[in-house]
């Protein structure tokens, strides 16, 4: 059983910054495939970023490019989500999940474990 365990959420202004952490129980945490998504009342689960097994290669969503960074530390078995330049309309629910595989993945249909979710409110 692979626990997720989300932190780091919290109310910003407009142009702030946060930091999410996304802490993973699991001894193999580096076989695993770690993804961001978030969730908008009354919108549908998006992607926001991956990485892949030794961070080397990630993807983030056009909506986050060049504001928001994932990055994982193995050795502490943490993924981290740096987001910068922070507009109202990052407003959302903000989860991380995991999947066992190689391939970085963007489809929330494609992970198996997701953590409990962490709000993130900007203010205009």
């Known amino acids: 059983q692979v626990q997720l365990v989300e932190s780091g959420g919290g109310f910003v202004h407009t142009g702030g910054s946060l930091r999410l952490s996304c802490a993973v129980s699991r001894r193999t945490f580096s076989r695993y495939i770690v993804g961001w998504f978030r969730q908008a009342p009354g919108k549908e689960r998006e992607f926001v970023a991956t990485?892949?097994?030794?961070?080397?290669?990630?993807v983030h969503a056009d909506s986050v490019k060049g504001r928001f960074t994932i990055s994982r530390d193995n050795l502490k078995d943490t993924v981290s989500l740096q987001m910068n330049s922070l507009k109202p309309e990052d407003t959302a629910v903000y989860y991380c999940?995991?999947?066992?595989?190689?391939?970085?993945?963007?489809?929330?249909?494609?992970?198996?474990?997701w953590g409990q979710g962490t709000q993130v409110t900007v203010s205009s």
């Open positions: 999940a995991a999947e066992s595989g190689l391939s970085v993945r963007t489809n929330s249909m494609e992970y198996t474990y």
């Open positions: 990485i892949n097994l030794n961070g080397a290669h990630t």
